[in-house]
């Protein structure tokens, strides 16, 4: 109900989407200040906060605006917020889901298990019913719960019992797994409520693992997604996110001193992300020792080494050699004693990937 606010997001989407906002694919849309009640004179209900109660009662509204808007801009509508991500091919899936379940038999799909936020498929001639009835309680309860009530008062029998009610609701309430959609904002719109909600199909493990790892500088050509840097995994708070990497991609951790390494690990991809993995990425060290020790016969130590046959280790294109390749998203390995001590070691990606790469990740194994 900002005006300038409105404005402003509406020209910043503009200057960065002309060509859809221009063929109509995208449109912004803001209610008039007079859709909503005075926030301020609601009664608090089951327990909840009165900024929660606003909350609610004001997504209960947003969700009904959009709804009565798009009714008739399509043949499906697909509530979906802006903080979650999709499966590929999630677009897809979805149309062969609706077009199979026979469309006069069910109220609406599921394609996550999150809740409103994520993949809720409504056939667009259900929502002006749909909205009447969050209209009614929109100041009672949750827009979840109005939904399922929705469906009690559709299919459920008074005269029978909770188990009837149950299968009466889930023919009207279809669940495609697995979940197309999870979550990624960490933060609710309504303040101070940390969303930590994740769907349990996409897995439950830890989003990353903390190591305590010894002091490097460390350095990647690729972009990170939000705060989730590459700085921020090697001190242990979060994982690393990096926009889809490119070939010549890398990640490098330089050593202050040549430090004996015996083994490492780097995981990549987690349960947010399960995809997100590094491909045909090695595992390259700089060993500065290697380069300089000649043997008697004027060869250095690295060029016997790679002469071996078949040779155990690759001369990457500079001094650093080869050790080690992701498989299945994962690199994990002992390092040579004759590649010790270690100055620095890097992680390069040698072919574009189609997805981003999550790494959750990082051991170094000090020699005891
Ligand atoms: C880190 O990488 C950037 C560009 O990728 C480069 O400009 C910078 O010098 C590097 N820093 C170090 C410490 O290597
Ligand atoms: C890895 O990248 C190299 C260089 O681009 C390419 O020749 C090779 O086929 C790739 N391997 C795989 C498994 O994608």
Known sequence: TDLQY????????????PK??????LEVVSPSQHYYPDFNTLKETFGDSKDRVKWRTKQNLDYSFLMLYAQDKGTYYVQLEDDVFAKNGYYSDM????????????????FSQLGFIA????KTRDLPMIAEFFFMFHKDKPIDWLLDHILWVKVCNPEKDNKHCDLQKAMLRRRYKPSLFQHVGLHSSLPGKLQRLKDKDFGKQGLFQVHSNPTAAVNTSMKHYQQHSLERLYKGG?????????????????FPQPIHIAG???????????GDKFHNTTVEVLSPHLRNAKSNSGTTAAEKLLAGSPSKYKQSDSSFIVIDEFYNGVAEGEIDEVLQPISALRLVVHSNSDVWALLSEIVFILQQ
């Open 6 to 17: 409105v404005e402003g997001i509406a020209r910043s989407l503009f200057e960065n989407f």
């Open 20 to 25: 859809e906002v221009q063929s109509g694919l």
């Open 95 to 110: 149309k062969a889901f609706a077009t199979q379940a026979s469309s006069n038999e069910w109220l609406y799909l599921e």
């Open 119 to 122: 993949g809720k498929m409504f």
């Open 238 to 254: 979060d994982f690393m996110w990096a926009l889809t990497p490119v070939q010549g991609d890398y990640i490098l951790f330089s």
């Open 264 to 274: 490492y690990v780097f995981r990549s991809g987690n349960s947010q992300a399960v």
